[in-house]
């Protein structure tokens, strides 16, 4: 893979030095259940063809994951590890990883992730050449329970995969998903890192849109998006929970209720959205009629109605995020 940008005019930012640019990389982890999958994130950012990259574990509360993380990387001088004294939820630790970061750029990834090799590198260039103030890329599917017939790709972002859609290749973006995206540190410290009272993930609780929320401020502050390079990718790993309907239906009418819940913090948090389902309603769902009146098959009536339920939940989360702020 190739990582091209494209210039595009845009304003430029106040210089960041692209000499030996440190990216700090932030990887949170929770349950030993994760552990193997943890182990291959890990290694997929220490395995990286741009070199100057450190890796920041921040561990969640889980004494026993902390003690086999100091036992695997703790040699390491490209890995810095911490935990938390107890269960702070995701975004409280990525926090707590761009405080212990040395580089100029905090990047993020999830532990049921893995980074393309050159991920790294197309980030960096992001900010070298497009004077970038946050960067990120493509999510792809890794099915590791295999692909459900049923989910349109239109709907790949509730398994926090780019959807169809999202926009066509690189450029400015509001935000791109929170294992694929990165801040100068300079940047992040001043926007005071994610907002941990809306979205994220603690415990069971099914709340998302950290990173929606602080790029909307990052707009809102900076007058710029993120730069989007479809060429940085990293796969994130589907597990078989999130592949039944039932599960995905739940993570709809939260996604609703989070991006209410945003609204009421930034507005500007609501653009990509409008878009989205104006999208939705002249050009997706008239060309899946077409398809099926032209050449009718189950498969593209069960995607044409999940994809109409998915759109019913996201509205009734919203609605019910109207009850609650």
């Known amino acids: 893979m190739r990582c091209e940008c494209r210039e595009d005019g845009t304003a430029k930012q106040p210089a960041m030095s692209t000499q030996g640019v440190r990216v700090s990389v932030i990887l949170c982890t929770y349950t030993e259940d994760m552990y193997d999958h943890f182990?291959?994130?890990?290694?997929?950012?220490?395995?990286?063809?741009?070199?100057?990259?450190?890796?920041?574990?921040?561990?969640?509360?889980?004494?026993?994951?902390?003690?086999?993380?100091?036992?695997?990387?703790?040699?390491?001088?490209?890995?810095?590890?911490?935990?938390?004294?107890?269960?702070?939820?995701?975004?409280?630790?990525?926090?707590?990883?761009?405080?212990?970061?040395?580089?100029?750029?905090?990047?993020?990834?999830?532990?049921?992730?893995?980074?393309?090799?050159?991920?790294?590198?197309?980030?960096?260039?992001?900010?070298?050449?497009?004077?970038?103030?946050?960067?990120?890329g493509r999510m792809v599917a890794k099915w590791v329970a295999g692909k459900p017939s049923f989910l349109p790709e239109e709907f790949y972002w509730l398994i926090g995969v780019t959807h169809k859609g999202f926009t066509e290749g690189p450029g400015e973006v509001r935000n791109t998903f929170g294992s694929n995206i990165s801040f100068r540190r300079d940047v992040f410290n001043d926007l005071g890192g994610f907002d941990t009272t809306i979205g994220g993930r603690k415990g069971d609780a099914n709340l998302q849109g950290g990173e929606t929320e602080l790029c909307a401020r990052l707009r809102e502050q900076y007058d710029h998006g993120v730069w989007y390079d479809p060429e940085a990718e990293v796969e994130h790993k589907i597990f078989a929970y999130r592949t039944t309907f039932r599960w995905l239906v739940d993570r709809a009418f939260w996604q609703g209720y989070s991006k209410r819940a945003m609204e009421t913090l930034v507005e500007d948090s609501k653009g990509n959205e409008g878009t989205f389902l104006k999208r939705l309603v002249t050009e997706f769902v008239p060309n899946r009629l077409t398809g099926l009146i032209q050449n009718p098959s189950l498969l593209k009536l069960r995607q044409l109605l999940a994809l109409f339920m998915f759109t019913g939940a996201v509205g009734s989360g919203y609605l019910y995020g109207y009850t609650r702020y």
């Open 39 to 136: 182990c291959e994130a890990a290694d997929s950012i220490l395995n990286q063809t741009y070199e100057n990259v450190e890796v920041v574990v921040v561990v969640d509360g889980t004494q026993k994951v902390y003690d086999r993380v100091e036992a695997d990387y703790g040699d390491s001088d490209d890995v810095i590890i911490s935990c938390n004294d107890e269960n702070l939820g995701l975004l409280a630790s990525r926090n707590r990883g761009a405080e212990l970061a040395t580089g100029d750029v905090v990047a993020f990834i999830d532990d049921d992730a893995i980074a393309d090799e050159e991920w790294v590198e197309c980030l960096v260039r992001a900010y070298e050449e497009e004077s970038a103030i946050a960067a990120g």
